[in-house]
């Protein structure tokens, strides 16, 4: 019964939300051409070969952030 009650406000509410997202899905598309994604997404590229390049490194970088991490924890503590 108070699924009824509501029905009308739901089916309104699925209406505009519907409207609203195929509004947005047209303007995405006018701007976001796949030439234009593509584009951006090369800047990742090189990013992808830092990383890459510094895989055998990251074991101690992350290791030297754990000991400057608690020595400055270290440093911190009052008693």
Do not use: N, Y
Not at 7 to 22: E, G, H, I, T, Y
């Amino acid at each position: 019964m108070e699924q009824l009650r509501h029905q009308a406000a739901v089916d309104w509410l699925k209406k505009q939300f519907s409207a609203c997202r195929q509004e947005t899905v047209k303007e995405s598309q006018k701007s976001a051409r796949p030439s234009r994604i593509h584009a951006r997404l090369g800047a990742w590229w090189g990013l992808r070969k830092e990383i890459e390049s510094a895989q055998e490194a990251v074991g101690s970088l992350l290791a030297q952030s754990v000991h400057l991490q608690l020595d400055d924890f270290g440093a911190r503590r009052v008693i």
